[in-house]
């Protein structure tokens, strides 16, 4: 059975995963929700206006409400700039399963903060929530998003050909992969 407990600042080496705020607001429509090279690879169109993020961010925050609502801002230690999302959701109570998602700003990829990122709420929901299954799915066309799930421990489980269609009504080929609780635990060497 999943623990809820609610969304909790985490860290890594470099990051401070913690909730959103409203005061985020821009700096989440500067930073990646606007710019279409992130949004192209996700199924939600980029915000055109600060308005359109604002109403997203609303819904975030009254989100914490909920001891079932994971949602983390992506914060630098060195500069605090907040630059991007991760969320677990899609909770399956008769299965224990869940989902994952993200989004970096642009002007931070490739330098291995998604990686970090994934690998920290992989292990929340393995250790501290006891999610069963851990499944997420990206564009075939982005193998970047396939390559840190990869590097967190997930399996790719096959392809689904025009899963999604992006804003600009491009149908996409997602690949989808998971991760089950006894996976993680197995590649720990046990000792969680
Ligand atoms: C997916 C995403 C979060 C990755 O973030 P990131 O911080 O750049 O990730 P990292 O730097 O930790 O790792 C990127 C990896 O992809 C690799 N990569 C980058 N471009 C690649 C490409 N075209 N083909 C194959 N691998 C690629 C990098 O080399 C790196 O792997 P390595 O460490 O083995 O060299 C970011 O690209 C993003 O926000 N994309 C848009 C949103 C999205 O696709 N979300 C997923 C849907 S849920």
């Not at 929530?129 to 066309?141: E, F, G």
């Amino acid at each position: 059975m999943i623990h809820f407990d609610g969304t909790r600042a985490l860290e890594t080496d470099r990051l401070i995963l913690r909730k959103m705020c409203l005061d985020d607001t821009q700096s989440v429509f500067d930073h990646w929700l606007s710019d279409e090279r992130v949004s192209d690879h996700r199924v939600s169109p980029a915000h055109k206006t600060v308005v359109d993020t604002k109403m997203r961010m609303e819904k975030i925050v009254n989100g914490y409400d909920s001891n079932e609502f994971y949602y983390w801002g992506i914060v630098l230690k060195d500069g605090n700039d907040l630059i991007g999302e991760i969320d677990l959701y899609n909770f399956d109570p008769s299965t224990g399963n869940c989902e994952v998602s993200y989004s970096i700003g642009y002007d931070w990829w490739n330098k291995g903060y998604g990686t970090e990122t994934l690998k920290a709420v992989v292990e929340f929901a393995f250790i501290h929530m006891n999610v069963h299954k851990l499944s997420a799915v990206h564009n075939t066309d982005h193998p970047a998003s396939g390559r840190i799930m990869e590097k967190a421990g997930m399996k790719q489980e096959g392809v689904i050909r025009h899963m999604t269609r992006n804003a600009k009504g491009e149908f996409k080929d997602c690949a989808v992969y998971g991760m089950l609780r006894e996976d993680y635990v197995g590649q720990k060497g046990g000792d969680t």
